[in-house]
């Protein structure tokens, strides 16, 4: 399958790594949006959110765990905020779950 994040986690594609586990594999993004920009993503191939069932909850469920570890080992004491893009309307542009952290600043306020 032609996936750049699936890449990303064999190492086939460089990535500055953050944080990993058994689930879960954490990396900056590459055009970051705030002075802290991770993303977090199941190791295993999940689409989106939309594609989250009961059968890769417990997967979805620690990478979720993964999250406030990664958030405070990058010292955001202050806060921050997770989003993950879901679909054309969501602007998803990586068709693999992703979690975006999203610190080191005063966020804005508007959602969309
Ligand atoms: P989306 O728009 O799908 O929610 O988020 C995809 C994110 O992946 C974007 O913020 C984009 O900057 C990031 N990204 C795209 N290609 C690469 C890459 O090759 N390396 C890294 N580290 N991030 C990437
Ligand atoms: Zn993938």
Redo the contacts with the bound molecule.
């Keep these: 399958m032609d996936c750049?994040?699936c890449a990303?986690i064999k190492g086939d594609?460089?990535?500055?790594k953050v944080y990993e586990d058994e689930y879960a594999y954490a990396?900056?993004?590459?055009?970051?949006?705030a002075p802290t920009?991770v993303?977090v993503v199941p190791k295993t191939h999940i689409a989106s959110i939309d594609a989250v069932s009961e059968e890769n909850a417990d997967t979805v469920a620690h990478v979720l765990a993964a999250i406030p570890k990664i958030a405070a080992a990058e010292g955001l004491v202050n806060g921050y905020r997770v989003?993950?893009?879901v679909g054309e309307d969501?602007?998803?542009?990586?068709?693999h779950l992703?979690f975006?952290i999203l610190g080191g600043t005063k966020l804005s306020e508007k959602m969309a």
């Design positions: 750049l994040f990303i594609i460089p990535s500055t990396f900056r993004d590459i055009n970051p949006a920009h993303l989003v993950s893009n969501g602007c998803q542009s990586v068709k992703h975006h």
